[in-house]
């Protein structure tokens, strides 16, 4: 089947403005007028999702910008049925622009008797014939291997370190980026190796989800501006005691880089 050259983008109603701003930012730079498909993405009154697209899409390169953020389960339903509507249109590529990638916190079983809902919704987006995943730091990088398709994982470190140099631009040296627990080192040593400031880690104990038990600092602190890294932000209460706890170490500044603002808390 023949494809176009020029890719199209459609949209659910998960982050319109997003969807608006690249097709913008595309049409700049392409010097062409890149615009949504026209579509429709409607509930019927018991709650179930009806996507109708009113263009030609036959032959056509898709892009659907839809993260799973919350409402996940409303979002990641909306990308499936647009993704199979696109299908049964003849699209010659289906590709999910996904900046946030929902449910990509329960990667593991780390009980008895619990799913790894991330593979499963893996298996879901792939099974719609959905073609490659373009996302955003995801929560844990291993989850590109839970695909059969390509997954493309983008890092918000080069823009957050652009930013850095910007606000603390007379102040580098008295930098410290801290990772809020062991799990997310390796994210915040390439921030770290990007702006050449050292390294320290908030060591946690969760005794059961959205509870901090205990937190300890590893690494001297003191004197520091402290820059927090994550990519999740929720009901924010990792970051908060991290911060109090990076403040009763000697810490004379927190600030916080996040990549995705869930904030649901």
Do not use: W
């Not at 400031?197 to 104990?205: E, F």
């Amino acid at each position: 089947m023949a494809q176009t050259s020029e890719p199209k983008l459609i949209s659910g109603n998960a982050n319109m403005p997003l969807a608006k701003a690249i097709a913008r930012r595309m049409s700049l730079h392409r010097g062409v007028n890149v615009g949504l498909v026209d579509a429709r993405v409607e509930r019927f009154n018991d709650g179930e999702i009806f996507v109708e697209v009113y263009e030609n899409v036959r032959g056509e390169d898709m892009f659907i910008i839809q993260p799973t953020s919350n409402p996940a389960n409303d979002n990641l339903m909306e990308l499936l049925i647009m993704a199979d509507a696109l299908r049964r249109s003849s699209a010659a590529r289906v590709t999910a622009v996904l900046p946030y990638f929902g449910y990509a916190r329960q990667d593991r079983r780390t009980k008895a008797r619990t799913p790894i809902t991330a593979k499963m919704v893996a298996n879901m987006m792939v099974g719609t014939g959905i073609e490659r995943i373009l996302t955003m730091d995801l929560h844990a990088a291993q989850i590109q291997g839970f695909f059969d398709i390509p997954v493309d994982n983008l890092y918000a470190s080069p823009v957050f370190a652009l930013d850095i140099k910007n606000e603390f631009k007379d102040r580098m040296s008295e930098l410290m980026v801290i990772s809020p627990d062991v799990g997310g080192v390796a994210r915040a040593r390439e921030l770290a190796k990007r702006i050449n400031s050292p390294l320290a880690i908030v060591d946690k104990r969760r005794e059961k989800p959205g509870e901090i038990a205990e937190m300890t600092v590893i690494g001297d602190v003191t004197d520091k501006i402290c820059l927090i890294v994550d990519d999740i932000c929720d009901t924010a209460g990792t970051l908060c005691k991290a911060a109090e706890v990076l403040i009763e170490n000697g810490a004379k500044e927190v600030h916080s880089y996040i990549s995705h603002g869930v904030r649901c808390g």
